[in-house]
């Protein structure tokens, strides 16, 4: 069983093997680790854990937060694919593939930027449609964008007026890029949390712009 951990941890020498020490104290082993974000004295770091069938989760947030000034901000599991250059084997996925890119996209998007689900959205003279979603998606979809069209990408209140109430019950946070135009975007949705950190949000941007040359 794999879990994926946000960790906010001191930026000074030792604090991840502190980390990787406390952790393994508990059973689980350290597979990957992603830096999401570096700051005066912290660091945010995703790591995936591997455990013991039946390990409950409690025991890797007890043991990581018994260390000075260290804070689990979520917790999830994990199934993803493990990999060190994850984006550029979804570009080059979407470039190849003969018919269904948009698909390919959203399928794909979800492991590389650890997200629960993600669809392209459009605009068009009847209001905002789902062009594609993973599987993942949410069955009931967003019928009213306001924050449409798109000229960057933006992290989106989870709680507006706009979203649908079945994905405020899951606190879903939520984040979007102009793919292209900016009438076609590409969102993300992360039920539970945790919300988009700035850094994520240029990962993304930076994604859905490369995504848009190769589809263009």
Not at 126 to 143: D, F, L, N
Request: charged letters at 20%.
């Amino acid at each position: 069983m794999s879990y994926l951990l946000r960790v906010h941890l001191p930026d000074r020498p030792g604090s991840l093997g502190a980390l990787a020490v406390a952790l393994g104290s508990v059973g689980a082993d350290i597979l990957s680790l992603d830096v999401v974000e570096r700051g005066n004295g912290y660091a945010i770091d995703d790591l995936v854990v591997d455990v013991q069938p039946g390990a409950l989760p409690d025991t890797l947030i007890t043991a990581a937060e018994h260390l000075d000034a260290v804070r689990v901000d979520s917790i999830r599991p994990y199934s993803g694919i493990l990999d060190t250059h994850r984006e550029l084997e979804l570009v080059d996925s979407v470039a190849t593939a003969k018919d269904d890119r948009l698909q390919v996209l959203v399928d794909g998007a979800p492991r590389v930027l650890r997200v629960g689900w993600c669809v392209v959205a459009g605009i068009g003279p009847r209001g905002a449609y789902r062009v594609v979603g993973s599987s993942g998606a949410p069955e009931t979809h967003a019928t009213d964008t306001p924050w449409m069209p798109l000229d960057k990408p933006i992290a989106l209140d989870g709680d507006a007026d706009w979203v649908p109430q079945v994905w405020r019950e899951m606190n879903t946070s939520l984040a979007a890029a102009p793919l292209g135009s900016g009438d076609r975007v590409l969102m993300l949705g992360r039920p539970g949390g945790p919300e988009f950190r700035p850094s994520e949000i240029a990962r993304l941007g930076y994604l859905a712009g490369i995504v848009a040359t190769v589809l263009s």
